[in-house]
């Protein structure tokens, strides 16, 4: 049987447009939000940006606002991560909430940049979310397929440069280039997070319960529809299952989860043609998809299939020529090969084409920290929405 694709925070693929039909008319469509948005109560103990009167003042006694921005920003961190500080650590776990960060001292990247979102505009500090595209991600549990996003700390300084902090300590990413995410989304975000976790233990009702707050809060995430397709399908609604995915793909014509979740779900319901022409979207899209191939690649690797991995990983290559992550991992496969001379040449290719991301870990901080000139228009932008909150 086909596996539910969930969309956890912590890579957007893209690529050729994967349309499907959107059959509802205005009324239908009206009908089947009102069932799924049925239940709108906030969950009980979720402030999830809230910052204690006892965490303020021991932030406050630390951290003086009258300080220089710079110098507020590099204390912050090391309050926050220094080993001989606070040493709250990155932990691909649960989705906590700022306090609840604090209290376990872990979180993943979402709830690591909740924490210092919320204190640095507690220290006077510009600091916003910012959703970022890295190279795909997935993991499994189960029949559970995940594929990870990211969000990184952003802000601006006033001597016009903008900092940010990054709390997944592999990921690889491009510059920056798109515009702060508005705090409702990583609340979205959050509330999917949750009800992606939810459905993981088993809990389709919880997991509902969490999704409507993450799409009233983002309607247009599509991240968000996607998990609710999968615990609505979970949770025997297959009308509102199906109805979700389409939402999503509405959404994001280039979200390939919910893609294969809709073909899943038609192919559980006998509906194989349908199924058939979404498959066959789908294998289309894999077939030019260099990271696609590259994932595949990786999977052969790990179960010692080196002839299958290189020829895959030739493909990746065929496809997007720059990336070094592709060399790398062609000369790591060489040398299990024992072609010596070819997996030196796949090294020097790709130290020709640079590193990953070349922003390190800061020693003893547990996360990349980068600054950079930002754009005017940008900065005016993310000022204007500091003060609205």
Same mark, same amino acid.
């Given at each position: 049987?086909?596996?539910?694709?969930?969309?956890?925070?912590?890579?957007?693929?893209?690529?050729?447009?994967?349309?499907?039909?959107?059959?509802?008319?205005?009324? @239908?469509?009206?009908?089947?939000?009102?069932?799924?948005? @049925?239940?709108?109560?906030?969950?009980?103990?979720?402030?999830?940006? #809230?910052?204690?009167?006892?965490?303020?003042?021991?932030?406050?006694?630390?951290?003086?606002?009258?300080?220089?921005?710079?110098?507020?920003?590099?204390?912050?961190?090391?309050?926050?991560?220094?080993?001989?500080?606070?040493?709250?650590?990155?932990?691909?776990?649960?989705?906590?909430?700022?306090?609840?960060? #604090?209290?376990?001292?872990?979180?993943?990247?979402?709830?690591?940049?909740?924490?210092?979102?919320?204190?640095?505009?507690?220290?006077?500090?510009?600091?916003?979310?910012?959703?970022?595209?890295?190279?795909?991600?997935?993991?499994?549990?189960?029949?559970?397929?995940?594929?990870?996003?990211?969000?990184?700390?952003?802000?601006?300084?006033?001597?016009?440069?903008?900092?940010?902090?990054?709390?997944?300590?592999d990921a690889v990413f491009d510059e920056f280039d798109t515009l702060p995410s508005a705090d409702r989304d990583a609340l979205s975000m959050f509330f999917s997070n949750k009800g992606a976790e939810q459905l993981l233990k088993g809990d389709?009702?919880?997991?509902?319960?969490?999704?409507q707050q993450a799409v009233r809060l983002s309607p247009d995430s599509s991240s968000a529809w996607t998990n609710m397709g999968a615990a609505q399908r979970r949770a025997g609604n297959l009308e509102l299952a199906e109805f979700s995915y389409?939402?999503?793909?509405?959404?994001?014509?280039?979200?390939?989860?919910?893609?294969?979740?809709?073909?899943?779900?038609?192919?559980?319901?006998?509906?194989?043609?349908?199924?058939?022409?979404?498959?066959?979207?789908?294998?289309? #899209?894999?077939?030019?998809? !260099?990271?696609?191939?590259?994932?595949? @690649?990786?999977?052969?690797?790990?179960?010692?299939?080196?002839?299958?991995?290189?020829?895959?990983?030739?493909?990746?290559?065929?496809?997007?020529?720059?990336? !070094?992550?592709?060399?790398?991992?062609?000369?790591?496969? #060489?040398?299990?090969?024992?072609?010596?001379?070819?997996?030196?040449?796949?090294?020097?290719?790709?130290?020709?084409?640079?590193?990953?991301?070349?922003? @390190?870990?800061?020693?003893?901080?547990?996360?990349?920290?980068?600054?950079?000139?930002?754009?005017?228009?940008?900065?005016?932008?993310?000022?204007?929405?500091?003060?609205?909150?």
């Amino acid at each position: 049987m086909r596996g539910w694709l969930l969309m956890l925070a912590c890579v957007a693929m893209t690529g050729c447009t994967l349309g499907v039909q959107y059959p509802y008319s205005e009324v @239908a469509e009206q009908r089947l939000l009102g069932q799924v948005l @049925a239940d709108t109560r906030v969950p009980d103990g979720e402030d999830i940006m #809230y910052l204690s009167p006892a965490f303020e003042s021991q932030l406050h006694q630390r951290i003086d606002r009258s300080w220089p921005a710079p110098q507020r920003l590099a204390e912050l961190r090391k309050f926050l991560f220094a080993d001989d500080e606070l040493d709250i650590r990155y932990h691909s776990g649960v989705t906590r909430t700022a306090m609840e960060t #604090y209290a376990a001292r872990s979180g993943n990247c979402l709830s690591l940049t909740n924490l210092f979102v919320v204190s640095a505009r507690s220290l006077g500090i510009n600091a916003y979310f910012q959703q970022v595209d890295i190279r795909p991600s997935w993991g499994q549990q189960g029949s559970l397929t995940i594929r990870y996003e990211h969000v990184v700390a952003a802000g601006h300084l006033p001597n016009g440069l903008r900092y940010v902090v990054d709390f997944l300590p592999d990921a690889v990413f491009d510059e920056f280039d798109t515009l702060p995410s508005a705090d409702r989304d990583a609340l979205s975000m959050f509330f999917s997070n949750k009800g992606a976790e939810q459905l993981l233990k088993g809990d389709q009702m919880g997991a509902i319960h969490y999704l409507q707050q993450a799409v009233r809060l983002s309607p247009d995430s599509s991240s968000a529809w996607t998990n609710m397709g999968a615990a609505q399908r979970r949770a025997g609604n297959l009308e509102l299952a199906e109805f979700s995915y389409l939402h999503a793909l509405q959404r994001s014509q280039q979200n390939l989860s919910a893609l294969n979740n809709l073909a899943a779900l038609y192919d559980a319901q006998g509906r194989v043609h349908d199924a058939e022409k979404i498959t066959k979207r789908v294998q289309r #899209y894999r077939r030019r998809n !260099p990271y696609y191939q590259f994932l595949l @690649a990786n999977r052969f690797f790990d179960a010692g299939q080196f002839l299958e991995a290189e020829v895959l990983l030739q493909a990746a290559i065929r496809l997007k020529d720059d990336d !070094p992550s592709f060399y790398r991992a062609l000369a790591l496969t #060489y040398a299990q090969l024992g072609d010596e001379r070819q997996a030196r040449q796949m090294r020097q290719r790709a130290n020709r084409l640079g590193g990953s991301d070349p922003v @390190a870990l800061d020693p003893g901080l547990s996360h990349r920290f980068r600054v950079d000139r930002s754009d005017p228009n940008e900065g005016a932008i993310a000022r204007i929405q500091n003060r609205s909150q």
